[in-house]
């Protein structure tokens, strides 16, 4: 990218494609929904999530002695919904994909009465201290004249139910206004 923000779709491109072989990272959303996305929130194309990356699933067992960690069965997602679990693979580096389903310890919660002034990093900090942010959408509010229209979206990790998570995060105070933490509601199609 240079200093006018022009991206070398060529060299984007040389960038993502081994990334995706390998099956690190896939898309979310094509050409076309992403650019629904940004006339739907009014947000910029850059700020809309096109791309995500495959986790790979942690092993909890350690060998001590060499920190090399134990071969262990990976679930993956069928087509039916459901999850199964298959032997693991010989590479160290071996994913699943299974980001499209919330894990146990997620929760999406909807963020309201933020200040106008306040940014993403401002939430992401605060959110920090009380819970894990995995993903933040401040839907941006320059059509306005706001840095943001006084309300984001959050995905957080906490081991405890949806309504503790709120509970903790309910009236925290970010530039002088109480937030208002609800429990975020499917989007309804249009």
């Known amino acids: 990218m240079d200093r006018l923000g022009i991206v070398d779709t060529d060299e984007v491109r040389e960038i993502l494609t081994p990334l995706v072989n390998r099956g690190l ?7 076309a929904k992403a650019h629904n996305e940004t006339r739907r929130l009014r947000i910029p194309k850059r700020e809309v999530k096109v791309w995500e990356v495959v986790m790979p699933i942690p092993s909890p067992s350690v060998l001590p002695e060499r920190g090399v960690p134990h071969k262990q069965p990976q679930q993956v997602l069928h087509p039916g919904g459901h ?4 032997p693991a693979s010989t590479s160290p580096t071996a994913a699943s994909v299974v980001d499209d389903v919330q894990s146990a310890a997620s929760h999406q919660i909807y963020l309201g009465n933020l200040h106008y002034s306040a940014e993403r990093e401002d939430l992401t900090d605060l959110l920090s201290n009380h819970c894990e942010v995995i993903s933040l959408q401040v839907p941006a509010g320059l059509g306005y004249g706001n840095k943001n229209r006084g309300f984001a979206f959050a995905t957080v990790g906490y081991e405890g139910t949806m309504e503790v998570v709120i509970s903790k995060l309910d009236g925290l105070e970010l530039r002088g206004r ?3 933490v609800r429990r975020q509601l499917p989007k309804i199609p249009r």
């Open 178 to 180: 109480r937030l208002l």
């Open 83 to 86: 999850t199964a679990t298959e």
């Open 25 to 31: 990272i896939r898309r979310v959303l094509s050409h």
